[in-house]
């Protein structure tokens, strides 16, 4: 294969020894070179370079085909061209045995997770706690009490859930009885409200009664005074009839003392005569009817 940048190989366009090069042949000669230089600077600019750094080591690296399979170039903590992996599991801590960077291995004893930090060979005897060649990944007493504090959360976790059921079902419960609670308080603001708009009636209904009370007592007072005025008319009614009375039978007892002949046989002719019979000074009491009998006005 030609040199991609400029191929001198073809032996028929060669400038042979002895002959005669023309300035045209020698031009073109010299324009492909160019364009070749130009070719490889535009390819080296874009192409990964390491920065030259005066006893840089070697950047290359010896793996076969089987030691580089599922592995990437990388860089190592010297930060030298290395084959890395992803984290690949090589199993237990093996004795002569060629490892790369980011290889696991597990410590038998132990049982933490190691990675290695370089490509290495390890010794007959395990390096695992050598810092410039591995490094602790995961401590096995750390997940270990990691993993018992998990189920405890765990378990506590259940345990909190079923006490938090048991209190949302009391919760429940209780949101029941408040929400009852909450009904039998608005019933008994109504009905006080109820006996608040009776008690207001009965009020109104008492306030009237002693408006009433009032007017009868005054009417009463009043119906007393006149019964009071009225039995002392009464009285002094009786009192006058009384003395009318004692007057009557006086006058009658006088008429029976001085009206013992028979009036029928005289001639009355006066009304002096008839006072003179009768006792009184006064004849306007005495009258003779028309069959001349004598009447007694008492």
């Known amino acids: 294969m030609g040199n991609p940048y400029f191929d001198n190989s073809d032996p028929g366009k060669r400038f ?39 006893g840089m080591p070697s950047q290359e690296f010896v793996a076969t085909a089987l030691q580089r399979r599922n592995r990437v170039l990388g860089f190592d903590q010297q930060g030298n061209l290395a084959l890395v992996s992803g984290f690949y599991f ?55 009490l990691a993993k018992i504090a998990a189920e405890q959360a765990r378990d506590d976790a259940q345990g909190y859930a079923r006490s938090a059921q048991g209190d949302e079902q009391a919760t429940r419960a209780y949101l029941i009885e408040v929400q009852a609670a909450e009904a039998h308080i608005e019933t008994m603001q109504e009905r006080v409200q109820q006996l608040e708009e009776q008690a207001q009636q009965h009020a109104s209904s008492a306030s009237e009664s002693a408006n009433t009370a009032t007017q009868s007592a005054i009417t009463a007072a009043a119906a007393q005074q006149v019964v009071t005025a009225t039995a002392q008319q009464v009285n002094a009614n009786a009192q006058a009839a009384s003395v009318a009375a004692a007057d009557a039978e006086s006058v009658s007892q006088r008429i029976n003392d001085t009206t013992t002949m028979d009036f029928l046989n005289f001639e009355l002719s006066g009304p002096d005569l008839i006072a003179h019979f009768a006792g009184y000074s006064d004849a306007s009491n005495f009258t003779i009817n028309d069959v001349g009998e004598l009447e007694v006005i008492l």
């Open 16 to 54: 042979q020894p002895g002959t005669t090069a023309e300035g045209e042949a020698v031009d073109e000669k010299f324009d492909a070179i160019a364009t070749g230089l130009d070719e490889t600077f535009k390819d080296t600019t874009r192409a990964l370079k390491f920065p030259y750094e005066d």
């Open 90 to 144: 090589r199993g237990d801590w093996q004795p002569n045995t060629d490892y790369f960077l980011n290889d696991i291995v597990r410590d038998p004893v132990t049982t933490n997770l190691y990675v290695s930090v370089a490509r290495q060979t390890s010794g007959a005897t395990s390096d695992l706690s050598n810092a410039t060649r591995w490094y602790l990944a995961v401590d096995a007493d750390t997940v270990r």
